[in-house]
Antibody
Framework: EVQLVESGGGLVKPGESLTLSCAAS????????MNWVRQAPGEGVEWLGRIKTKRDLETVDYAASVEGRFVMSRDDSIQTVYLQMNSLKIEDTGVYYCVWSSTWDLRYYLDQWGQGTLVTVSS | EILLTQSPATLSLSPGERATLSCRAS??????LGWYQQKPGQAPRLLIYDASNRAAGIPARFSGSGSGTDFTLTISSLEPEDSAVYFCQQCSNWLSITFGQGTRLEIK
């Protein structure tokens, strides 16, 4: 069974940093492109970026809205992907999801989602 | 950035009726469009990819059509559990995946 478990969310002040983790199981993580997606309260869905496999040099594609502030990384030895968020803004508040694109045909779609972790940025 | 505009914003229909949801792209995305369903308190679920392909386990009453800039998600005969928000997503620009703002479907 595929499991994606996000952790690390919480309440932070504007300008602070926070790192989210996503522990994966039930699939071959080493071959998985992993995405981060967020959803502001009552709002739509925003793709933040993807990190590719070691074979693909762990290339990261970021959304323009977070490039330069957010950093994605992975540790295949513990099947975990990370999202380091710096210089947080109030508008970064939302639920953050870790998402796996499970097949090559679906590599640009988002078909296996974690349950999400809530990040609240407030003074 | 490719903008996706969904209509209507809200749709209220009865069980058994047919639902037609629209998604329009600001420029051609070819067939690189997907549809997601999101119920309260849950993550989105992929329904349709590449405009018309149903994802694994998705009931046949869900179908997608369109190409270029105009796309449609059709639910042929509504069930009460279809009450949800539906989002479209483009990946024509795979370096900048974007979503529509959503259509809320209410089953009366």
């Amino acid at each position: 069974e595929v499991q994606l478990v996000e952790s690390g969310g919480g309440l932070v002040k504007p300008g602070e940093s926070l790192t989210l983790s996503c522990a994966a199981s039930g699939f071959n993580f080493n071959k998985a492109w992993m995405n981060w997606v967020r959803q502001a309260p009552g709002e739509g869905v925003e793709w933040l970026g993807r990190i590719k496999t070691k074979r693909d040099l762990e290339t990261v594609d970021y959304a323009a809205s977070v490039e330069g502030r957010f950093v994605m990384s992975r540790d295949d030895s513990i099947q975990t992907v990370y999202l380091q968020m710096n210089s947080l803004k109030i508008e970064d508040t939302g639920v953050y999801y870790c998402v796996w694109s499970s097949t090559w045909d679906l590599r640009y779609y988002l078909d296996q989602w974690g349950q999400g972790t809530l990040v609240t940025v407030s003074s | 950035e490719i903008l996706l505009t969904q209509s209507p914003a809200t749709l209220s229909l009865s069980p058994g009726e047919r639902a037609t949801l629209s998604c329009r792209a600001s420029q051609s995305v070819s067939s690189s469009l997907g549809w997601y369903q999101q119920k309260p308190g849950q993550a989105p679920r992929l329904l349709i990819y590449d405009a018309s392909n149903r994802a694994a386990g998705i009931p046949a009453r869900f179908s997608g059509s369109g190409s270029g800039t105009d796309f449609t998600l059709t639910i042929s005969s509504l069930e009460p559990e279809d009450s949800a928000v539906y989002f479209c997503q483009q990946c024509s620009n795979w370096l900048s995946i974007t979503f529509g703002q959503g259509t809320r479907l209410e089953i009366k």
